[in-house]
Each structure stands twice: as C-alpha cells, then as structure tokens.
C-alpha cells in the first residue's frame, strides 16, 4: 500500500461527491505494503480509504470488489465498497480504476497470542463458508502457475545455496499440486498476514483485544481452503526472528478453525506441504518486489530474507496439527 499515484484534494473531491460521501476534510498517504496506492479519506459521514489499483485491470477487480461486499453482507467484518447512484462499486481516478471502502475500527496486533490466533481461525472458516455460494471466480494469481514463471527472473539474484533451495522447492511443489487440486476449495484472503487484521481492545486487558476485520483482499482468489490457513500460520504463528513455528498458537489457530469447519482427512494430511508452499509464494514475491522494485514514495520492499528462513524451517521440520491435538 505505497503510493504510486499522487492524489490531491481537488482530484479525490469528484469522486467522493459521486459516493455521495460530503466534503473531504483529510487526505492522508499509506506507506504500508507494496501493491496499490492507498489514502485514508475523511469526511463529514466518516473514514474510508481510497485505492488506486497500480497491477490489477478493471476487468480482474470486480472479483476482489465483489467478494469484499459478498462478505460483508454475510456480516463478515470486512471493508465495504462504496457504490455510486448506480450501484456501481468501480471507479476511475487519475485515469485508473479505484475503488473506496469503509475502514475498519482497531489497530493491528503485531505480536499475537493463541487468543488471538483463536479468533483469527475462527473468523477464517466463517469467511471460507461465507463466500461458498459466491457467483464469480478467478483464481490466485499468485499461485503455483506464477510461481514457475517467477523464479527463473529471480535466480540470477541468488547465491548458490539460495538457488537449490528455490528450484528444490518448485519442483517439489509441482508434485505436490496434484494432491493440493483435490482439496476442498473455494474464495481465499491468500494474504492474510497480521498486518491485515483489526483487532479493538474492549476490555481493557491487553492480550485480550477482540478480532473487528480483516482487510486488503487485493490478493485474494479460487484456491483451497488449506492454503489460505497455511499463509496465515505461517505469519501469526511463528518466531519472526528465526521462522520457527510456534505451535501452541498454531493448534490454537487450527483448533478454531476446525470449531467452524473441521478439516478432512486429506487437508490434515497435505498441511506440512501446504505450510510450504505458503512459504515459496511469498519468498518469491519479496525476492521479484526487492530486486526488480517499481517507483514509488512511501516505497520500502519487504525482506526476503525472512520467508527464505520460514521454508528452510518449514523443510526442516514438518508439522502436523493432529501431533499437537493427539
């Protein structure tokens, strides 16, 4: 969430008055994330945030935005698009397609416990169910295809050690992606690190802030349901220093997940590969975003490094949540 595209006041104005959403008071940059430009509008009917969209088409974005009002229909607590008088959820700004949605109260939880992993598995399974009947479909785009295009761009860039690793993986994910294909499947968030989650602390008692949505569906897409669990417990449920999961917090995770949804036979099975795979989509996307960066203020490409270490830890040591619960 860098910006890319300057927006001024004189240029938001239009399309807010188009939303029906009165006259701006803030206009503020997010320097968060790497994909689109993103503000945080004020006005007098509230907080919002404008993107614009600096990768996706207007043709691959009713998906995402039509996925995000599908769920908040279904009281999934999630950004809700804003529609002009025509019911119309996608807009045009400095000549590309932009969209503005309701923003979510609470802060980010950076350092999450089990109680908040809890909630977040939770909340996962209520979502995949959620968007069970949605009519549109496109698949992850960052997913096993994007992958195998994407690594040969990015080895010139690695050492040696680096470079056995990332093909290792690939080919090993090839393999695995037959069995990945019989998994149950549906819509997936496929980004829902911590920093994509809200979280209101109501009590008053830290540790125990209550889960109030889940943003930034940008990447979402057609894939197994596994998949977007093994992203999250890649992210939620590890040492960030080292990538070693923590696996309290992951049965936690996996536990209420299964409260809503249990998993099958299979899924359970195929976690260890899953947990792998999640790693190899994002270390190869920082590694693209880090050596071929795009132009941006705000700009800071996350290190690779890090999802380099998760894999090596997800190779290393498998993990399996029934070895938790059993």
């Known amino acids: 969430m860098a910006v890319f595209t300057t927006v001024t006041p004189q240029l938001a104005q239009p399309l807010l008055n188009a939303l029906g959403l009165g006259p701006l008071q803030q206009l503020r940059g997010i320097s968060a994330g790497i994909e689109n430009t993103n503000y945080f509008v004020t006005t007098d009917q509230g907080e919002f945030v404008l993107t614009v969209f600096e990768r996706l088409s207007a043709q691959q974005l009713p998906f995402y935005l039509e996925l995000m009002r599908h769920l908040a229909q279904r009281g999934i607590p999630v950004p809700e698009p804003r529609a002009d008088a025509q019911g119309r959820i996608l807009h045009s700004l400095a000549g590309k397609p932009a969209a503005v949605v309701s923003k979510l109260r609470g802060s980010h939880q950076l350092a999450p416990n089990a109680y908040h992993c809890e909630q977040l598995g939770a909340m996962l399974a209520r979502m995949h169910l959620a968007a069970q009947d949605f009519a549109l479909h496109q698949p992850n785009l960052r997913a096993l295809p994007w992958w195998e295009e994407t690594v040969p761009v990015v080895l010139p860039h690695l050492d040696a050690a680096q470079a056995e690793l990332i093909q290792a993986e690939l080919a090993f994910q090839q393999q695995f992606a037959h069995q990945a294909a019989l998994l149950p499947r549906g819509p997936i968030h496929a980004d829902l690190f911590r920093d994509n989650a809200m979280f209101e602390d109501e009590l008053g008692q830290p540790g125990r802030e209550r889960l109030s949505g889940l943003f930034d569906f940008y990447f979402a897409g057609v894939d197994s349901w596994l998949f977007d669990m093994a992203v999250c417990i890649n992210d939620w449920c590890i040492d960030l220093a080292s990538g070693r999961l923590h696996e309290e917090r992951a049965a936690a995770l996996v536990a209420a997940y299964e409260g809503v ?5 299979a ?5 260890p590969g899953m947990l792998r795979g999640a790693a190899l989509r994002f270390w190869v996307s920082r590694l693209w975003d880090f050596h071929l960066p795009r132009e ?10 890090h999802f380099e270490r998760v894999l090596r830890q997800r190779v290393q040591q498998p993990w399996h949540a029934l070895a938790t619960t059993e």
């Not at 949804?261 to 036979?265: D, E, I, Q, V």
């Not at 899924?267 to 976690?271: Q, T, V």
């Open 261 to 265: 949804r249990p998993l099958s036979g």
């Open 267 to 271: 899924e359970h099975r195929l976690l």
């Open 296 to 305: 941006a203020s705000l700009l800071t490409p996350h290190d690779p490094s």
